[in-house]
């Protein structure tokens, strides 16, 4: 733009009269842009009113229905920790007694302890829980292996675990997830692959043949297999009855059957084993000579009294310790096959005292067992109520041999009726609207009281009055209108007239949803609640005053409330929603109503208030573009005004020069500056 210098040929401020000159102009930008900036904040208000209006409608729809809350009951266990409840709608109020006497368990097996390096044999397993069959085709492997295997195909209606029980002994557990005697895990398949892991022990349901052992001292001999044995200083003690032995010390020792006894794959060697450690050295010490010192004498106030030394005691000299032994005791099983002697040792763990089970029909299948070797390396060991025992023909399934938990259902007593069922939490048939949660078992009987639970009603209602009331304060903002001699609420300080003072739409809003909250209602109750005061909810106290009551502001009774809630459930449900032409759908009430009302103003879409917020939107983009308008038309009119006061300067500087030049020419005057 080219430079110019206003005013110095006519001695006129042209810039000044350029500036005022738009200034003029441009009023009506001043105009539209306070109009634009009172539809932003009706727009911004609108936007507030719908979420009053919609937190209005939300509270109202918690008050009927299924969402309502006034027959909530609540339930109180006089000992939680053996049971729980929970009550919904339908409980009836009262005390019931219950006795837990068994919970209900899941199933759960183990194997016997494996080495972590031993290698298992392959083979098909099934494992069938509540009809479920799953197979695992085992490929053979450590146990970590089988684990995987069974966790890999089975992990749906099984636990699996694998721990490390001693030093590198491996045990591995399934778990039923099926609670109950139906969770009963079911083993089937191929028997060697199931007892390579010591998971069975013999047919499900069949009944084993016994040889008992009974033990005589004469049939008694020095082991003579191949094992490596230690210095043999030990005892051999055999009860009268000869239903049990106890070994002392180092001793190997084989019993010789008076029979042979054949042996087929699902045969064990059952034996009662307790053990007891050796003493150690300081236990085992003890003096061997007692020697009296030399006499002393002792003088007390003048009197000599004479005493002897403190005896010296000698102890034995320490023994000199023993290596560790690779194995503390077990057993074994010896058979003759075309004159060759074939044995077998079986490691005890000496920390499983009680009933032992030794699978050896897997060793000795269809060989007769001869001998049975019985050895202790060091303390005491006791073998007793031995036998060898093989299971006959059964139901198919096999017998877990390790049950660490028993496929159980819950047993409990309820009002002196006994209940069974096949879980322990969720129990929600056996009382009428309680669902009860078992805990642990108990002799003695737990009350359970049914009460009413008026506690979520209540906050229903009191979210409702917030929300109603917050709704009339910003209404009233809105709509508000300062009159002369009345002092300004502290809400309305320099607040002379609402955005919306007059607006049909606000007030009409705001009078359906005042009526519809005051109106009465009918009701088929028979203790009838038809308007609202009789809830405890008014418009202002007793002789409040009326600046308070005509702001229709409700008010709480709390305690009345709860009051009429408990005694009245079925009144209060029909005054907030009923169904008055029986067809199971409710279509009055005050609650309904009110919902209804505020459809248009709430519902997604263009509905009232939306479609006012959208007026106001269109609004202010018209005044943009009015004002972006003007905003031309003042720069092309700026153009034109320097153009024209350029032109006049133009037009009075050439008038000066020329009237310069006729004065030089004519009268040889002065140049007129």
Not at 51 to 67: C, M, P, Q, T
Not at 285 to 303: H, N
Not at 554 to 568: F, G, P, T
Not at 606 to 611: E, H
């Amino acid at each position: 733009m080219p430079i110019s210098f206003g005013g110095m040929a006519s001695g006129v401020d042209t810039e000044e009269i350029i500036k005022k000159l738009v200034q003029v102009e441009s009023r009506p930008i001043i105009q539209w842009e306070q109009e634009k900036k009172n539809a932003s904040l009706k727009k911004q208000a609108l936007g507030t009113l719908k979420g009053h209006v919609s937190n209005l409608h939300d509270a109202a729809k918690e008050l009927y229905g299924f969402r309502a809350a006034y027959f909530d009951k609540s339930v109180n266990s006089s000992d939680p920790g053996v049971l729980d409840a929970t009550a919904g709608k339908d409980a009836e109020k009262g005390s019931n007694s219950i006795v837990v006497m068994e919970l209900a368990g899941n199933h759960k097996i183990s194997t016997e302890p494996v080495k972590k390096s031993q290698m298992l044999d392959a083979g098909k397993i099934k494992l069938t829980i509540n009809g479920d069959t799953r197979t695992i085709r085992f490929r053979g492997g450590k146990i970590a292996a089988l684990h995987d295997a069974i966790a890999e195909e089975a992990a749906d209606i099984v636990n699996t675990t694998i721990m490390n029980t001693q030093d590198d002994l491996y045990t591995l557990t399934l778990e039923s997830k099926v609670p109950g005697k139906k969770g009963e895990i079911l083993l089937s398949g191929d028997k060697s692959a199931l007892n390579a892991t010591g998971l069975i022990k013999g047919e499900k349901g069949s009944h084993p043949s016994r040889t008992d052992l009974v033990f005589d001292q004469k049939y008694f001999i020095p082991y003579t297999g191949e094992e490596k044995t230690e210095e043999q200083n030990g005892k051999l003690h055999v009860e009268k009855d000869g239903k049990g032995i106890r070994m002392t010390g180092t001793l190997w020792r084989e019993y010789v059957m008076p029979l042979e006894v054949p042996v087929k794959e699902d045969s064990t060697l059952e034996f009662e084993f307790a053990y007891k450690e050796p003493k150690t050295p300081e236990e085992e010490a003890l003096p061997f000579r007692v020697e009296t010192g030399p006499e002393e004498t002792t003088i007390i106030k003048g009197i000599d009294i004479r005493s002897y030394n403190i005896p010296r005691i000698r102890p034995l000299e320490e023994k000199k310790k023993k290596e560790p032994f690779d194995t503390i005791t077990g057993v074994g099983v010896v058979c003759l096959e075309e004159g060759k002697r074939l044995e077998k040792l079986y490691i005890i763990d000496v920390k499983s005292k009680g009933k032992q089970e030794i699978p050896i029909g897997r060793d000795f299948k269809d060989k007769k067992i001869s001998k049975i070797i019985l050895y202790c390396n060091e303390g005491d060991a006791d073998f007793s109520k031995a036998a060898i025992l093989t299971p006959e023909k059964g139901t198919g399934y096999y017998e877990p041999k390790n049950i660490i938990n028993k496929a159980k259902n819950a047993r409990l007593k309820i009002n002196g009726v006994d209940i069974v069922r096949d879980k322990n939490t969720g129990i929600s048939d056996a009382i009428e609207g309680v669902t009860l949660n078992l805990r642990r078992a108990s002799e003695h009987p737990v009350t359970i009281t049914i009460e009413s639970n008026t506690k979520n009603a209540i906050e229903k209602v009191k979210k409702f009055i917030e929300a109603y009331n917050s709704y009339l304060d910003f209404s009233a903002e809105l709509t508000f209108v300062e009159r002369s001699g009345r002092d300004e609420s502290p809400g309305r300080k320099n607040m002379k007239t609402g955005l919306f003072i007059g607006d049909m739409t606000i007030l009409r809003l705001e009078n359906t949803v005042k009526t519809s909250v005051t109106n009465a209602y009918p009701s088929k109750a028979e203790e009838p609640i038809k308007v609202i005061t009789q809830l405890g909810i008014s418009t202002g106290a007793l002789n409040a005053d009326w600046e308070t009551i005509k702001t229709g502001k409700l008010v709480l009774d709390e305690n009345k409330l709860s009051e009429v809630v408990a005694s009245n459930p079925d009144g209060v449900k029909e005054f907030f929603g009923s169904d008055t032409d029986g067809d199971t759908r409710i279509d009055n009430g005050m609650a309904y109503k009110l919902q209804q009302a505020l459809k248009p103003y709430t519902m997604p879409g263009k509905n009232i208030i939306q479609a006012k917020i959208d007026y106001e939107s269109g609004s202010i983009k018209l005044t943009d573009e009015r004002i972006s308008r003007h905003q031309e038309h003042l720069r092309q009119y700026e153009d034109k005004l320097r153009r024209k006061f350029s032109s006049m300067e133009r037009s009075i500087s050439g008038s000066k020069a020329q009237g310069n030049w006729l004065k030089q020419n004519m009268g040889g005057g002065k140049e007129e500056k």
